[in-house]
């Protein structure tokens, strides 16, 4: 049997670990949260020499304090020892920033080896890295590399190899005479035992202490006798920790990297692009642009994978009339043609646009422009409770929410991520807006235009509500501050290692909404096909049984049911409006409802006839602000792998959009 090492991937946010990972992985990777905590965790395999390694990816965070439950995990994980050894990622294109991690790492007793990330760019910008220096200062295996270069992985694999075999640990030698200075320090030091927490040395733990670490102090007052804990808050109380150990521990870098790096002299410039994204005129303008270039080219490799889907939903007609003539019975000919031949359809476009959105916003992340996104309207969404990274899935749902959905997966933060796909799931989507535009000017001729403005108003006030109601239980009050981060370089992307990042995220969506798309389509198709001969479907007996309640919000019977329908598509109202008030078939009608909808030529003038105004308003706010639509759904999923948080956000639009249906239908009666 061969033997598994488990390696932990540890760096900053752009240090490359994701492009490492992905390489080393390809397809054999997984997505899912941390037991216990709403922070993503990814892990895979890959062999190497007979031996097969596990590898998990770890939140990426600046330091290794306590701040935030991304840095919570991190240090857990690694002080467990379920690591073997952890590789530590630095960018060596700015290693005296880069290099804090493995100075807050110093200290920690788990074997590892630093990969001096990114050296193409480095090499670009004319530095000159002396890699053995550096290893003998540090005393670990050090590597100077290219994450997206596959073709050089060789060199890492010997240095991962004699990572594991010499169990090799950061010499901290240096780095503790550098601490020594800080007042309080050696005296906290030598009132901690060894062992105190498992994984760590007394030099890491009396630091962290000072640095005022919640989690460390905390273990320190249950592991020491009172006595030692005052005399180690009045230290604590003394000295400005954090700032003190920071600049010890950049002290340290710069003797780390004496005499190893050489550089031209040159003066630093912003590149062109950089002086167009950080304008304060043009930047914001400029980012909103790329955006929306780079949703409308999602189209162009989305568009063979939404061809299959567009394929499979047409193969209904011929299929239902072979199994017709075959002799097949009605219900078994609903089952293939309204649920899985439907629900592939479904399937398949969406995951055009997810192979597509995730390509092309996953190729903008690699070459660098997604940092600059973040730090271009990182004040603005900080209001939010979000990040800079958070404009794109919002511009991207104008389009289709599930590629906003989608889209959402550059953000690292879990809360972060799911409060995104919360507040973009208030953007009407491109279907939305094929819909709710003719409804108005139907019903509201030049009033129109204020429908249009009162639902873009309406979008903005929704999204700062769900933002407080969602925000206190996703976001912690350290995540609300801006953020702090240095650009890092313009990358020339690795299509490979892109490619294979790609394909390994569209499988793992298939998987996954699969699963969603097909209980939702089942569902649906259950409540609306009638079992027996001449009796009405479960949803008619629903919709005539609650329609004196539905009428608060505006809504009839017919017009609560075309609601229902454009929770699976907001085309699908439409259909199912046109079959109801035209006597159709009930089941005929939401059965075209989840194929896109056959309208009726005259629908103009049936609604005209059986939907008063203030019903018009409140049916055209309904729809707008209802779950976009299943595959939005599934895509949600798939981003948070969290059941609960999808359907909660999913039943608060819904019930939501029916409380703004009835705000505007009681203004409607008032001005009609």
């Known amino acids: 049997m061969s033997e598994i090492v488990t390696i932990a991937l540890l760096g900053q946010p752009n240090s490359g670990k994701s492009t490492l990972f992905n390489a080393l992985t390809g397809l054999r990777q997984h997505v899912g949260n941390w037991p216990g905590k709403t922070v993503e965790k990814k892990d895979g395999s890959f062999s190497h020499n007979g031996k097969i390694y596990d590898i998990v990816d770890l939140p990426g965070s600046y330091s290794l304090s306590a701040n935030s439950d991304e840095e919570v995990i991190t240090r857990d994980f690694i002080a467990s020892g379920r690591a073997d050894v952890v590789c530590i990622l630095a ?3 700015q290693l005296e920033r880069s290099l804090f991690m493995t100075a807050d790492y110093a200290g920690i007793t788990v074997p590892s080896f630093l990969v001096l990330n990114m050296a193409d760019v480095a090499r670009e910008k004319g530095k000159n890295i002396d890699v053995n220096v550096i290893e003998k200062n540090l005393g670990i295996p050090v590597i100077l590399f290219s994450a997206n270069d596959k073709k050089g992985y060789e060199p890492f694999y010997k ?6 075999t010499d169990k090799s640990i950061i010499d901290a030698s240096s780095l503790e005479q550098e601490y020594a200075g800080i007042n309080g320090y050696n005296e906290i030091k030598e009132m901690v035992p060894d062992g105190l927490i498992s994984g760590y040395s007394p030099m890491w733990i009396a630091i962290k202490a000072l640095e005022n670490d919640p989690v460390v102090i905390e273990k320190l007052k249950t592991g020491l006798d009172p ?6 808050d009045s230290f604590r109380k003394s000295v400005q920790g954090a700032v003190e150990a920071g600049g010890a521990k950049f002290a340290w870098i710069d003797s780390v990297l004496s005499g190893a790096v050489n550089e031209k002299n040159e003066n630093i410039t912003l590149s062109k692009l950089d002086r167009i994204y950080t304008n304060k005129t043009w930047g914001k303008p400029a980012v909103v642009l790329t955006i929306l270039i780079g949703l409308i080219l999602s189209f162009i490799p989305a568009l063979p994978l939404m061809g299959v889907g567009m394929g ?3 193969l209904k007609a011929p299929i239902g009339e072979w199994l017709i003539s075959a002799g097949c019975p009605d219900i078994l000919i609903a089952i293939i043609n309204s649920v899985i031949i439907q629900s592939f359809a479904y399937i398949f476009q969406m995951l055009g646009f997810v192979f597509g959105v995730t390509l092309v916003f996953g190729l903008l992340e690699e070459i660098g422009i997604m940092a600059r996104v973040s730090y271009v309207f990182d004040n603005t969404m900080g209001k939010l409770g979000l990040q800079g990274k958070s404009v794109m899935p919002f511009l991207v749902s104008f389009g289709c929410t ?11 933060n879990w809360g972060q991520k799911v409060l995104t796909i919360a507040l973009a799931w208030a953007v009407p989507c491109g279907a939305a807006w094929s819909v709710v535009p003719m409804l108005s000017t139907l019903f509201f001729g030049p009033g129109a235009v204020l429908v249009i403005v009162a639902i873009l108003l309406t979008m903005i006030l929704h999204m700062w509500i769900t933002a407080k109601i969602f925000g206190r239980n996703l976001i912690t009050q350290e995540n609300r501050y801006g953020m702090i981060m240095e650009m890092p370089p313009y990358h020339k992307p ?7 990042y790609v394909l390994g995220r569209t499988k793992d969506t298939f998987i996954r909404v699969t699963r969603v798309v097909l209980v939702v389509c089942t569902v649906f198709w259950l409540l609306s096909y009638s079992f027996v001969s001449g009796s009405d479907p479960i949803l008619y007996k629903i919709g005539m049984a609650i329609e004196p309640v539905t009428k608060i919000f505006g809504l009839n019977w017919k017009l609560f049911m075309a609601f229902v329908a454009s929770s699976i598509g907001k085309e699908g109202a439409l259909g199912v409006i046109s079959a109801l008030f035209n006597g159709g078939n009930f089941y005929g009608a939401f059965s075209d409802a989840m194929s896109g909808g056959a309208v009726a030529a005259d629908l103009n003038n049936t609604l005209l006839t059986n939907v008063t105004k203030p019903e018009a308003l409140a049916f055209i706010f309904a729809i707008t602000f209802n779950m976009p639509c299943v ?14 948080w999808t359907a909660k956000i999913a039943i608060y639009y819904t019930l939501g959009a029916l409380v703004l249906a009835a ?5 409607g009666i008032l001005i009609w």
């Open 91 to 93: 960018d060596s294109s």
């Open 159 to 164: 240095a991962l190899e004699r990572a594991v």
């Open 227 to 232: 006595e030692k804990t005052e005399k180690i």
């Open 312 to 314: 499979i939903a047409a």
């Open 402 to 412: 599930m590629g906003g959905a989608a889209g959402s997966r550059v953000i690292e």
């Open 494 to 500: 690795k299509w490979g290692a892109l490619l294979r």
């Open 631 to 644: 595959v939005a759904l599934a895509a949600t999923y798939q981003e948070i792998h969290s059941v609960k």
């Open 663 to 667: 705000v505007v239908y009681h203004i």
